[in-house]
């Protein structure tokens, strides 16, 4: 299994531009997450998924969009880049709803927007 | 208020000692899970351990073990025989609700403690 994979690990936008982070799991994992860390800090949860077609908004949902079509994919859209959405997103995925079942991430995706 | 506290920005430990990363929660909820994960510099995030708020025991991986002292609310990581390659950021994270609430799925972490073998 290849778990949790991320695409691309680095990009430089520009302000305004628009970009698609894209994120899959081969681990038929139901739940599924958008993360963003920002420089020393932890990581705050953008949009998560409970099974395809079901998305919610986490913590900081502010200019992006996400959509689930399959089990395995979930993709983070950003519409107009800005400065402030500079920052390493991580995506992640459980196998069910249980207090104890921990997520596994990708290996991120850092942005920098100029 | 802060859900995660990890009151120690940075920790440099001598090779083979023992070292114990702080982590306090706040949540009113009875059912709660803490995890630790590791950030090696090349960026990604791995699970170490998992405590649950109704476990009798404290949790042990290996050499993680968690000091979970509920009362106090307190879920410290524990790494004995430190080992250079434990050299990393190490957060803690809170998952509330109980197993049947749709959407509490969400990790809260904490800011992180950066944590440095010397040799």
């Known amino acids: 299994n290849a778990g949790v994979t991320q695409t691309p690990k680095f990009r430089i936008l520009k302000i305004g531009q628009s970009m698609t982070l894209q994120c899959a799991q081969d681990m038929n994992h139901n739940y599924m997450y958008w993360y963003r860390q920002d420089p020393g800090m932890g990581l705050k949860l953008i949009y998560y998924?409970?099974?395809?077609?079901?998305?919610d908004k986490g913590e900081v949902p502010n200019g992006y969009n996400v959509s689930r079509s399959t089990t395995e994919d979930f993709p983070l859209r950003l519409e107009l880049a800005a400065p402030s959405q500079t920052s390493v997103y991580f995506c992640a995925s459980s196998y069910r709803l249980a207090p104890q079942e921990t997520q596994y991430f990708g290996p991120g995706t850092r942005l920098l927007v100029l | 208020a802060q859900k995660i506290t990890q009151t120690q920005p940075g920790m440099f430990v001598q090779e083979k000692e023992a070292v114990t990363l702080d982590c306090t929660y706040d949540t009113s909820d009875p059912s709660y899970g803490l995890f630790w994960y590791k950030q090696p510099s090349s960026g990604e995030m791995i699970f170490l351990i998992y405590q649950g708020s109704y476990d009798q025991q404290n949790a042990t991986e290996g050499r993680y073990s968690l000091n979970f002292q509920k009362a106090r609310k307190s879920a410290n990581l524990v790494i004995s025989a430190s080992q250079l390659g434990d050299s990393a950021m190490y957060f803690c994270a809170m998952r509330e609700g109980r197993r049947s609430n749709f959407g509490n799925e969400k990790l809260t972490f904490g800011t992180g403690t950066r944590l440095t073998i010397i040799p």
């Open positions: 998924s409970v099974g395809a077609g079901i998305t």
